[in-house]
């Protein structure tokens, strides 16, 4: 591996770990404050349970995923293909409502969509490598 894959195998190992601390953090603490009755309500053809759930485990598997990049283990550029692929469903699932109801996450929603179509062709060129 070069100096310029290295640069983005630890820029990619910091952007996972950083999104998945993100989507974590935001999707437990969106089901923490959100009263009981309003997480099972019907509203905007969503049940919001859902999105916060996924939202968690999409977060969650976005930390393992920079976690095996740290670590080199052989199957990391597959996994973090794995985890781009829900990145781009979850955010391109929730931008519409991102825009309606708060722009600033949409903002955050994009920059992570553009950075994951970036990365893609690398994870790709690095997995076929192994």
């Known amino acids: 591996m070069n100096r310029k894959d290295r640069n983005i195998n630890l820029f990619l190992f910091l952007f996972f770990i950083g999104v998945g601390l993100y989507m974590s953090v935001s999707g437990s603490w ?67 409502r991102a825009i309606y109801e708060n722009p600033t996450e949409a903002i955050i929603m994009a920059a992570i969509l553009v950075i994951v179509l970036q990365s893609l062709p690398f994870l790709i060129r690095q997995n076929q490598r192994i």
Do not use: K, Y
């Open 30 to 96: 969106s089901l923490i404050t959100t009263e009981q009755e309003n997480l099972f309500d019907f509203q905007n053809q969503d049940i919001p349970i859902f999105t916060n759930i996924t939202q968690l485990l999409t977060g969650l598997i976005c930390l393992f995923s920079g976690f095996v990049m740290w670590m080199r283990v052989h199957w990391a550029f597959s996994f973090s293909l794995f985890s781009s692929g829900l990145l781009i469903a979850f955010n391109l699932n929730n931008m519409g």
